[in-house]
């Protein structure tokens, strides 16, 4: 039998700094476990040379529990644990997601810069998750998963109206940061609160669905009007739907993307639970699925992955 390793180790901040330099491999240390599983599957694929899983170790910060990192949040946590276990040669490098950082949500605009440095790789867009809201994986995942219910017409029509999806994703990621909502509507929206009309848009369900949140009627009401303004908005700027794919907010445009793709299910014939299995089931298996299809159809716009694989073969 093959043993297999498996490291459930909790450090102390220097105790990671001395297991670090012990080391013989490399150590990139992401946010959160759904970043180590990603990073893990696409590190064992030949990409720009032979596969580096071998060569670099993969940790998601939260193994390292210390006082000096208790109140910071993920993001931070790779940057101070970075600054504080560096070791000579370049051994170690974190990946933290961009959140929003170089994007202005008041005007919907880019902002020249990159935010990364010499041993802080930045997601391209606002998190992992944002690698994800491409038609192909959704529909590769789909039809592995819900073969048995879905039909041919279906992934056609997904597909189709994939860019009509990512659109209303942003506009729903940018109503709930302007409304400081983020948190409050977590794993809300669903096939029933979304109508397709040629676009997207929101039914009056979700006004319901909303005061179930304890969201006052008023903010209710300032979502619907500012997620209608937002859609006015970037429908007269330049910016493209990719732009706005890496730019909608992580968990919440997954949330908004699959609701989308559940409303569609329902226009052929799904029926509202299968529906809501779509949109709300199979979180990880669907990371896991999206994955697999990155790494093994590797793109120029998964940067900066490429860079953590050269560095990880240098």
């Not at 700027?237 to 794919?245: A, G, I």
Request: charged content about 30%; glycine content about 8%.
């Amino acid at each position: 039998m093959i043993a297999r390793r498996c490291d459930l180790s909790n450090y102390s901040i220097g105790g990671y700094k001395i297991a670090v330099r012990a080391r013989s491999s490399k150590t990139l240390v992401v946010e959160g476990r759904d970043d180590r599983s990603v990073l893990q599957r696409i590190f064992l694929e030949a990409i720009s040379g032979p596969p580096v899983g071998n060569q670099v170790r993969v940790d998601s910060s939260d193994i390292v529990k210390d006082s000096t990192l208790s109140k910071m949040g993920a993001r931070d946590r790779v940057v101070r644990i970075i600054e504080v276990c560096r070791p000579p040669g370049g051994k170690l490098k974190g990946l933290k997601d961009r959140e929003w950082d170089y994007f202005c949500t008041d005007n919907l605009l880019e902002i020249s810069g990159e935010g990364g440095s010499e041993d802080i790789f930045v997601t391209r867009g606002h998190s992992i998750e944002n690698y994800f809201f491409d038609s192909f994986l959704c529909c590769d995942f789909l039809k592995r998963k819900f073969s048995s219910i879905i039909t041919s017409g279906f992934i056609v029509d997904v597909g189709e109206n994939f860019l009509k999806i990512i659109d209303f994703s942003f506009a729903y990621s940018m109503t709930c940061k302007r409304l400081e909502l983020i948190d409050r509507l977590d794993r809300l929206i669903s096939p029933s609160h979304i109508e397709f009309q040629g676009e997207f848009c929101l039914s009056d369900s979700f006004r319901s669905a909303m005061l179930s949140r304890n969201i006052g009627a008023s903010e209710v009401e300032k979502f619907y009007v500012e997620f209608a303004s937002i859609n006015a908005q970037f429908s007269v700027q330049d910016s493209t739907p990719q732009c706005r794919r890496w730019w909608s907010h992580g968990h919440l445009g997954e949330d908004a993307l699959w609701a989308c793709v559940g409303r569609v299910a329902r226009l052929h014939g799904v029926n509202e639970k299968d529906a809501e299995a779509i949109c709300h089931g199979f979180r990880e298996e669907k990371h896991q699925s999206s994955a697999h299809m990155m790494a093994i159809n590797f793109k120029e716009e998964y940067s900066p992955l490429e860079r953590v694989i050269e560095w990880a073969l240098d």
